[in-house]
């Protein structure tokens, strides 16, 4: 059985910019939702995708937009990049799409922001 | 004000030395509560969910335990491969009806030999 995915591991990007961070879910989910943890925080909710729609989404700015393909992989996209949006980037997939599921967490991309 | 308070923020035990961390809630329509487990550089992995008052749930030296408005999980005779940052997670439903998946800040569990 395939865990989660993410890539890249790590990114250093400026203000300003904007970045695409990727996600496989595991084998078998067709949920995917998308995490941010800042360094001693839990994890936030940002949102999720299914049927490749958005199904719930947490406090963040339009700015944080999402995709979902055909094969479940998901994609975050973040623009116009902000010093606090230095964290932990999670993705998670579960079997079925709400909270009910328990979400299967990959290793997270680590982005900084200079 | 905080759906979802975790303590203590760090705790300390030597190998053997067994002890319980807390996670509190002020939700209401509660659906259920995650318990989860994080070590350093890595993604959350899934220990338990609870769906009601009463209920537990065991793996190996940790046993999860469900009240109204507050969960525990116990560590027996702990060993420092259990070191790690414990999160819990409520999922309940809004009065607007929307689903809400909320994290407590953890528990920085360290073990030491």
Redesign the interface.
């Known amino acids: 059985e395939t865990g ?1 995915t993410q890539s890249p591991t790590h990114l250093i990007k400026t203000r300003g910019q904007q970045v695409t961070l990727r996600c496989s879910s595991q084998s078998g989910h067709n949920t995917v939702s998308w995490y941010q943890q800042a360094l ?6 940002i949102f999720q995708y299914y049927r490749e729609e958005e199904n ?1 989404r947490g406090n963040f700015p339009p700015r944080f937009s999402g995709l979902q393909f055909p094969n479940y992989s998901s994609e975050l996209n973040v623009n116009a990049l902000e010093l606090d949006d230095s964290a932990l980037y ?1 993705c ?1 997939s579960s079997l079925a799409p ?3 599921q ?7 991309t680590r982005l900084s922001i200079l | 004000e905080d759906q ?1 308070t975790q303590s203590p923020e760090a705790l300390r035990l030597q190998e053997g030395e067994s002890s319980s961390l807390n996670c509190s809630y002020t939700v209401s329509g509660l ?2 509560l ?1 318990w ?1 487990r994080q070590d350093p ?6 220990l338990f ?1 609870l769906y009601s008052a009463g209920e537990e749930k065991e793996k190996e030296r940790l046993k999860a335990t469900l009240t109204k408005k507050e969960s525990f999980l116990h560590i027996t005779a702990p060993k420092p491969e259990d070191s790690a940052t414990y ?1 819990c ?1 409520v ?1 309940w439903v809004s009065q607007g009806g ?9 528990t920085k569990l360290t073990v030491n030999p």
């Open positions: 989660v001693g925080q839990g994890p936030q909710f719930g999670l998670a709400g909270a009910t328990p979400q299967h967490f990959g290793d997270g | 979802v659906r259920g995650f989860y550089g890595k993604g959350p992995e899934f969910t999160l997670a999922h929307s689903e809400k998946l909320v994290f407590g800040k953890g």
